[in-house]
């Protein structure tokens, strides 16, 4: 089944999309603005970057929340922007397969 493309988040009902673990480690190892001098991300770049709020940007990033309509999209540019074909931005950040979240306390 072809990925969808940035365009077709706005038009049409899409499965949930849930960013990998190691997405954010390797998004900022491509680009140096995304990073702190000891490697650590900034993750207020992240947040600048692709106009997520912080607690949007942090549901996604510990995977309690999928990435919907409007974060794809923007996390793809983003990715993109690193010099990734939207196909490698795709397989660097998202899977169908939703994280394993803690059990309720």
């Not at 940035?6 to 038009?11: L, N, T, W």
């Not at 499965?15 to 990073?35: F, G, I, Q, S, T």
């Not at 702190?36 to 600048?48: A, L, S, T, V, Y």
Request: net charge neutral; proline share 8%; hydrophobic share 35%.
């Amino acid at each position: 089944m072809p990925r969808p493309t940035i365009g077709d988040f706005e038009s049409i009902q899409l499965p949930r999309y849930w960013l990998k673990d190691d997405a954010v480690k390797e998004l900022v190892a491509r680009d140096e603005r995304l990073r702190h001098p000891d490697g650590k991300p900034r993750h207020g770049e992240i947040i600048n970057a692709t106009g997520l709020g912080v607690t949007q940007w942090w549901r996604i990033r510990h995977g309690h929340q999928s990435a919907g309509a409007k974060s794809v999209p923007r996390l793809l540019r983003l990715a993109m922007q690193t010099g990734l074909t939207q196909e490698e931005a795709w397989e660097l950040l998202f899977t169908t397969e939703p994280h394993d979240l803690p059990a309720a306390a």
